[in-house]
C-alpha cells in the first residue's frame, strides 16, 4: 500500500495563496504520474492538475488554469500544488493521487491507483 502524505491545507481569504504538498515513497514516485483532485461538500470529485512522472507534461482543469501550478520534486519525492489568486470557490477537500507509469492524464484522471487522505482547503470572500 502506498501512503500519500498530504500537508498544506488551511483558510484563506480571496486572493490569496496556499501550496499544498504530497510526498510519496521514492521508488513509486519515480515512476508515477501525481497529481491533484478536490471535492467540494455536495458535489462529485474533480480533477484539478497533472504532472506526468518525469515532470515533463502537466494539465491542469479549465477553472485552475492560469493560477494553479502543479510541481514535483524528485530530490524529495514531493509533489507541489501551488495555488494563487484563490475564490471561494476553491474551497474543498484536496486529495492528492498517483498513477504507475507513463500513461498521461487520460487515465490517471479516469483511475488513479493511490489516494492521500485529503487535506482541507477554505476560501473566505
Known amino acids: 500500500q502506498v501512503r500519500l502524505a498530504e500537508s498544506g491545507g488551511g483558510s484563506v481569504q480571496a486572493g490569496g495563496s496556499l501550496r499544498l504538498s504530497c510526498a510519496a515513497p521514492?521508488?513509486?514516485?519515480?515512476?508515477?504520474?501525481m497529481g491533484w483532485f478536490r471535492q467540494a461538500p455536495g458535489q462529485e470529485r474533480e480533477f484539478v492538475a497533472h504532472s506526468s512522472f518525469d515532470g515533463t507534461s502537466t494539465d491542469y482543469a479549465e477553472s485552475v488554469k492560469g493560477r494553479f501550478t502543479i510541481s514535483r520534486d524528485s530530490a524529495k519525492s514531493t509533489v507541489y500544488l501551488q495555488m494563487n489568486n484563490l475564490k471561494p470557490e476553491d474551497t474543498a477537500v484536496y486529495y492528492c493521487a498517483s498513477k504507475f507509469g507513463g500513461l498521461g492524464v487520460g487515465p490517471f484522471r479516469r483511475q488513479p491507483d493511490y489516494w492521500g487522505q485529503g487535506t482541507q482547503v477554505t476560501v473566505s470572500s
Open positions: 521514492r521508488r513509486q514516485f519515480s515512476s508515477s504520474s
